[in-house]
Nanobody, 122 residues
C-alpha cells in the first residue's frame, strides 16, 4: 500500500478531526496530493488539494473556511484538519497523490489510499 490514511472516527457536529495520509516510502514527495470523499449513495467528490511545496491549496466550496490541508514532506504525510464538522461531511475520505504533476491532482492518474470513515452525528 503506497498511501495509508487514518484519523477518521465518530464526532459530534461542530467538532474536529484530523486525517493523516502517510506515504512511508516517499514516492510522492514531489507531487500534488489531496483528499476526496464519498458519502453513501453518492459519487466521490473533491475536497482539497495541495501542491508539492504546500504553496498552492484548493478547496471545495462546501469545506472552504472549515478544512485545512497541509503536508510534511520529510514525514511523507498530508493532513486534513476538519473543523466545524457537519452531518453532511459524513463520508469515507480518501487521500490521493498525483503521479505526474507537482501542482495539479488528476484523479484518473493518481495513486489512492484505502479510505477512512468519518461520521458526524447531529
Amino acid at each position: 500500500v503506497q498511501l495509508q490514511a487514518c484519523g477518521g472516527g465518530l464526532v459530534q457536529a461542530g467538532g474536529s478531526l484530523r486525517l493523516s495520509c502517510v506515504d512511508s516510502e516517499h514516492h510522492f514527495d514531489s507531487y500534488a496530493k489531496g483528499w476526496f470523499r464519498q458519502a453513501p449513495g453518492k459519487e466521490r467528490e473533491f475536497v482539497a488539494t495541495i501542491s508539492w511545496d504546500g504553496a498552492l491549496r484548493y478547496y471545495a466550496d462546501s469545506v472552504k473556511g472549515r478544512f485545512i490541508i497541509t503536508r510534511d514532506n520529510p514525514k511523507g504525510t498530508v493532513y486534513l484538519q476538519m473543523n466545524s464538522l457537519r452531518s453532511e461531511d459524513t463520508a469515507v475520505y480518501y487521500c490521493a497523490a498525483d503521479r505526474q504533476s507537482g501542482v495539479e491532482l488528476v484523479p484518473g492518474r493518481s495513486a489512492w489510499g484505502q479510505g477512512t470513515q468519518v461520521t458526524v452525528s447531529s
